[in-house]
């Protein structure tokens, strides 16, 4: 009798504990029915349900509704990890992107200014969710000073916005380290979300900085970016690197960036220069260090696809040998990272699979680390496109959204955008 006693009892407390610890039932939900929903690896057909903007593996006590996806194929949405969000007309922008599934975006380096004009429509519900550099650090008359220079000639307001707000306004431009002590506390007044740096031509750096020639085709001295480093870390922010040839890479590397901004690669006709190494490789990976590819910041595909062929296929090589991060980012100004995959695809150095990982849970993971997104699994943001066909089989299928949910609210686009 003391033997059954004893049993009921254990019985009755485990049966406690599974209760104490099974996730509560939702009050209320959306049931997502009929859809093939991507895993990491594959796609399994199933119901998901949603619940205040985030998935449940169980029913809700009362279905809101229940939405038919007919076959679709389920993955998370799209990031970019490199672009440069410019255009006040910030309306026209979040279409573009939505419209292309990339619902997450890192603005590798604006202008706190220019970031007040269009932040009350970002980071919400029905847009993009937006982190920025705000405005990043090079020498005087350093990359990317010549790029900002050219907003003068749109006239008024932008010229005399550059004109009079350009350092430290908009760039940063410094030479010594009591360059950037002065600029360092203004920079921390903007609140931006991570650190760039523009590392161009380092090897040869000095030479350039005395030559007027040089304007426009140097970055920050490569001996600035550990201290730049250490104040950035200090505050809690990480640090990406502009780079340009593999010696940017290295240095990068040894002055302990959190990620590179590019792969190495340029329009010379001797690769040499851009090419990484093995050993390059194995220290990114031994670091953490997480690189960019934005193969198609050199605008025409032609031109893409050669340096693919000539530089690119040797860096990704060695990177992926030594499993190095490698993130989504297209660095093509009024464009989005549907480009870059497509001209990545065409490269041969990737398997689909590959691809869709990288641009759909690597790249949102790392632009918001500390966010549960990239996954379709309960309590994860329920942010999701549904494909018409199987992407895994063609990347192609990538271009054809049917639907759009972010944080459990589905996003309706002008039919222009679709």
């Known amino acids: 009798m003391l033997k059954q006693i004893g049993a009921l009892l254990l019985v009755l407390l485990v049966s406690c504990r ?21 895993d990491g690896n594959a796609f399994e057909r199933k119901t998901m349900y949603v619940s ?8 809700p006590a009362q279905l809101d509704s229940t939405v038919e996806l007919a076959g679709g194929y389920v993955i998370p949405p799209f990031g970019d990890a490199h672009q440069h969000l410019t255009d006040p007309r910030i309306a026209m922008t979040i279409n573009a992107f939505l419209g292309a599934g990339v619902f997450y975006v890192k603005d590798q380096a604006n202008a706190p200014m220019m970031r007040r004009l269009i932040d009350h429509a970002l980071n919400k519900p029905g847009s993009l969710d937006y982190i ?35 350092d430290p306004g908009l760039v940063n431009q410094v030479d010594t380290k009591e360059d950037i002590a002065r600029r360092w506390s203004y920079f921390l007044t ?56 593999a010696q940017d890479f290295r240095t990068a590397l040894e002055a302990g960036v959190d990620q ?34 934005t193969v198609t910041q050199h605008g025409d595909s032609a031109t893409t696809d050669r340096l693919i062929q000539t530089q690119y296929v040797n860096n990704i090589g060695v990177l992926k040998r030594s499993k190095v991060p490698l993130l989504i980012g297209s660095d093509v100004y009024g464009g989005t990272a549907a480009g870059e995959v497509a001209a990545l695809a065409r490269s041969g150095q990737f398997s689909n ?42 990347f192609r299928a990538t271009r054809d959204i049917v639907m759009r949910v ?11 955008a679709r």
């Open 18 to 38: 599974v209760t104490a610890n099974a996730p509560p039932v939702p009050s209320h939900g959306v049931a997502y029915r009929g859809g093939l929903w991507f």
């Open 52 to 59: 205040d903007g985030v998935f449940s593996a169980t029913a």
């Open 132 to 166: 920025s550099a705000n405005q990043g650090w090079t020498s005087p008359d350093g990359h990317p000073v010549e790029v900002i220079k050219r907003g003068m000639q749109m006239g008024e307001p932008m010229a005399s916005m550059v004109r009079d707000s350009l």
């Open 190 to 245: 903007g609140k931006p979300d991570f650190v760039k740096v523009y590392l161009f031509r380092s090897e040869i750096h000095a030479q350039l900085r005395n030559d007027p020639r040089g304007a426009g085709n140097r970055g920050i001295d490569p001996k600035l970016v550990p201290e730049i480093v250490r104040l950035a870390h200090a505050a809690g922010l990480e640090v990406s690197a502009h780079v340009f040839t």
């Open 260 to 293: 590179i901004a590019h792969l190495p690669g340029g329009r010379a006709t001797n690769p040499a220069p851009f090419l990484l190494t093995e050993e390059d490789a194995r220290l990114a990976a031994k670091k953490k260090v997480k690189v960019v590819t």
């Open 353 to 394: 699979l590959e691809l869709l990982r990288m641009w759909s849970v690597e790249t949102p993971r790392a632009i918001f680390p500390r966010r549960r997104i990239g996954v379709l699994s309960p309590g994860y943001e329920a942010s999701f496109l549904v494909l018409r066909e199987d992407p895994i089989a063609n």
């Open 406 to 416: 972010k944080q459990g609210e589905r996003i309706s686009l002008p039919v222009a």
